[in-house]
């Protein structure tokens, strides 16, 4: 995917451009972690793997913010057991 995820802080969620469309993840923050309650991807593209590339996306970045991740979400907490070298992220 072209489009790279970005930290809408504004908003508290993470954004990916899928042609006019966001893909979004929203959020919450502690201390030392950030808690992803919600993804949504717009109805026309689900089943394409753009939560995933969202998901992926959002947890570089929190590593690059040296932060941990709580799935609050059902996507998350299923994308984490599907990818178990993101497990050190986990709070």
């Known amino acids: 995917m072209a489009a790279s995820v970005r930290d ?3 908003r508290s ?3 990916l ?6 893909a979004f993840a929203n959020y919450r923050l502690t201390a030392s972690a950030v808690i ?6 717009p109805r026309a ?3 394409q793997g753009i939560a995933s590339e969202l998901v992926k ?3 570089e970045l929190i590593r690059r913010d040296g ?3 709580i799935a609050g979400c059902g996507f998350v907490v299923d994308y984490l057991d599907k990818h178990p070298e993101n497990a050190d992220l986990v709070a």
């Open 13 to 15: 969620r993470f954004e």
């Open 57 to 59: 996306g959002a947890l």
């Open 36 to 41: 992803i309650t919600h993804t949504e991807t």
């Open 8 to 10: 809408n802080k504004d």
């Open 45 to 47: 593209l689900r089943g």
């Open 17 to 22: 451009d899928v042609g006019q469309e966001i």
């Open 67 to 69: 932060r941990k991740v």
